[in-house]
């Protein structure tokens, strides 16, 4: 039988609370139940699991349980668990994340490490990097973090996801070599040219929308998921503008959908361009490396 719903009034430990939310998350079908009452038991507490386990028998005050209360019926309401915590952790770092912006996916990882070979093959070249669409900064972030080389332009139209790219670039100590500016990609396009160009854009067909998790179109900002037109216009849009912001030698590691890897690489050959699809660890194509002229890829 389901335990009742935590009273205020009485006192509660640690061990009765994840006893009951594990079976209470359970009820209400959100994934991995034990794991999500730890964490947001770890959150009110500000303890980390470890120590969560050795204070099994702590009873939490009447102002922790009922902040933990507002977390659950949150989580229960299928809000992402990311947007409760306030963070989400994405190539072996932790980023802050709001409503304003899409959670980093484990599959946007690839493009990372993609681009950080690249990076890193061309040795103590400083590198000029240009991310469009930026939203909490995890891609130019966790670059620059790992290649000291690097220096990058994070462009976003809204200045709310660019406060969190930016938060972002300071609590990784990398805001010295990432720039913010507001800037609508499909408007205008930085000045200058980039060695390396990132992107992760709206590219679901907004008539998929609807087949997506509810925790996803729910909750995530519509305008990091849809273009509202055919997944394709940004792509378009870089490709218009490839020549006028990529260096001859330089490369764009540019994130796709699910079946988009033929149509989307047509899109680029048809303008003299030249790509190579990198599948993700599921062997599903994921990512297209962008280069001008007909270069071996590396």
């Known amino acids: 039988m389901r335990r009742p719903t935590p009273e205020i009034e009485r006192v509660w430990t640690v061990r009765d609370l994840i006893t009951w939310g594990q079976e209470y998350f359970e009820s209400k079908g959100v994934d991995s139940p034990r794991l999500t009452i730890d964490l947001l038991l770890c959150a009110v507490l500000g303890i980390s699991r470890l120590d969560l386990y050795m204070q099994h028998d702590r009873p939490l005050t009447k102002d922790e349980l009922k902040h933990l209360r507002g977390f659950v019926t949150r989580r229960s309401q299928r809000e992402p668990l990311q947007y409760i915590l306030g963070h989400a952790d994405f190539f072996g770092l932790q980023f802050a994340v709001t409503p304003a912006v899409l959670i980093p996916r484990p599959e946007t990882e690839i493009l990372v490490d993609r681009c950080i070979r690249w990076i890193t093959s ?143 690489s047509t899109i680029f050959t048809s303008r003299g361009l030249s790509c190579h699809v990198i599948d993700d660890l599921a062997g599903i194509p994921r990512v297209l490396e962008v280069f001008r002229g007909h270069v071996t890829s590396t």
């Open 122 to 264: 061309r040795g103590e070249v400083e590198t000029r990097g240009l991310d469009i669409g930026t939203g909490s900064g995890c891609i130019p972030v966790a670059i620059a973090h790992h290649c000291r080389t690097s220096t990058w332009m994070c462009v976003d139209k809204s200045h709310d996801v660019l406060d969190v790219a930016h938060s972002n670039a300071i609590r990784h100590g990398v805001d010295d070599r990432c720039t913010m500016q507001q800037m609508d990609f499909l408007e205008a396009i930085p000045l200058g040219v980039f060695d390396v160009v990132t992107m992760n854009p709206p590219y679901i067909a907004p008539e998929e929308i609807d087949t997506l998790d509810v925790e996803v179109r729910g909750h995530e900002p519509r305008m990091a998921l849809t273009d509202e037109h055919n997944g394709e216009t940004f792509f378009i849009r870089f490709a218009e503008v490839a020549a006028e912001i990529l260096t001859p030698d330089g490369r764009a590691f540019l994130e796709i959908g699910f079946g988009q890897a033929e149509r989307i």
